[in-house]
């Protein structure tokens, strides 16, 4: 019986898409707001660029860069802890790539499209039914109208219904080989090794495909992921804590103001002098003489 290895942990995600270019057009295809006249026909793949670290996240990024024979650039990252801070990152990793397919003096028709594609493993839209989030740039009032150049794409893999009726069944396998896959799968759905490409990528999950210094490479990724989380985790109590501290603190000052006010309003209906009153309560004389006019 095969023992198959997570594909979402970067080095299984870089070997299954970062050296096959067949399987990773199979996936882009499938997975991308592609219209049918503009499907991926070939890929080669370019080298990723180093972009700005995600405040709290210490491990790099596992992320993919492509170009069709089109001049199509596509980019896909796999995020195991969600920041919100991640959906800039995507932003400015396919913008940098936008920006460079030009050099200083060359028109801008000369430049073409460049999706950003973010499969994500934990649940960041409140909503239950939302799990893939296409973005373009579109006139506020007519999503009609669209500035083409940037398509960012992020998929939620734990939130998707693997037994949707509304997808492509082939958009929806290839998430299925994502979300299904890990270290404890004994067994693998037969609609999944019906495909060729999701076939060879399952074939490159299994362990006995590894060296031992992979592996423990492999372990290390999920104990620095395990770490993260509980570092972001306990900033999040921190904060928490923090925040109704000041809360309580907040509501003492204001319940200490709301209560000068009231004594202050009674001594001025009991006939006490503004000078009186500043002294006693602290209540500016301005704020007094107001209330005195009304």
């Given at each position: 019986m095969s023992r198959y290895l997570d594909p979402k942990n970067d080095l299984v995600f870089k070997k299954v898409f970062g050296?096959?270019?067949?399987?990773?057009?199979?996936?882009?295809?499938?997975?991308?707001?592609?219209?049918d006249d503009c499907q991926i026909e070939e890929l080669e793949y370019l080298p990723s660029e180093q972009v700005p670290l995600i405040p709290g996240l210490k491990r790099p990024i596992v992320d993919v860069k492509c170009r069709d024979n089109k001049g199509n650039i596509f980019i896909v990252e796999m995020q195991m802890v969600w920041t919100d801070s991640?959906?800039?990152?995507?932003?400015?990793?396919?913008?940098?790539?936008?920006?460079?397919?030009?050099?200083?003096?060359?028109?801008?028709?000369?430049?073409?499209?460049?999706?950003?594609?973010?499969?994500?493993?934990?649940?960041?839209?409140?909503?239950?039914?939302?799990?893939?989030?296409?973005?373009?740039?579109?006139?506020?009032?007519?999503?009609e109208k669209i500035i083409e150049g940037l398509t960012l794409v992020f998929v939620e893999l734990q939130k998707f219904p693997i037994k949707t009726r509304h997808e492509k069944r082939l958009k929806i396998l290839w998430l299925r080989f994502l979300r299904e896959l890990s270290d404890q799968t004994s067994e693998v759905s037969a609609e999944l090794f019906a495909v060729p490409e999701i076939s060879?990528?399952?074939?490159?999950?299994?362990?006995?495909?590894?060296?031992?210094?992979?592996?423990?490479?492999?372990?290390?990724?999920?104990?620095?992921?395990s770490t993260e989380k509980t570092l972001l985790m306990g900033r999040f109590d921190e904060g928490q804590a923090k925040g109704k501290a000041e809360g309580r603190a907040?509501?003492?000052?204001?319940?200490?103001?709301?209560?000068?006010?009231?004594?202050?309003?009674?001594?001025?209906?009991?006939?006490?002098?503004?000078?009186?009153?500043?002294?006693?309560?602290?209540?500016?004389?301005?704020?007094?003489?107001?209330?005195?006019?009304?």
């Open positions: 050296e096959h270019p067949k399987i990773l057009k199979s996936f882009l295809n499938a997975v991308l707001p592609l219209p991640f959906k800039q990152r995507l932003l400015f990793n396919a913008a940098s790539a936008y920006v460079r397919q030009l050099n200083r003096g060359e028109g801008y028709k000369l430049l073409n499209p460049v999706y950003g594609l973010a499969l994500v493993n934990q649940n960041f839209d409140p909503d239950p039914t939302q799990w893939y989030h296409h973005y373009n740039m579109v006139k506020v009032g007519d999503a060879e990528a399952i074939a490159l999950t299994e362990e006995s495909g590894f060296t031992k210094a992979e592996l423990n490479a492999y372990d290390g990724y999920w104990d620095g992921i907040e509501g003492r000052a204001e319940g200490r103001a709301e209560g000068k006010t009231e004594i202050a309003k009674l001594m001025i209906q009991q006939g006490f002098s503004i000078e009186q009153i500043n002294f006693l309560t602290g209540i500016s004389r301005q704020t007094i003489e107001s209330w005195l006019e009304k």
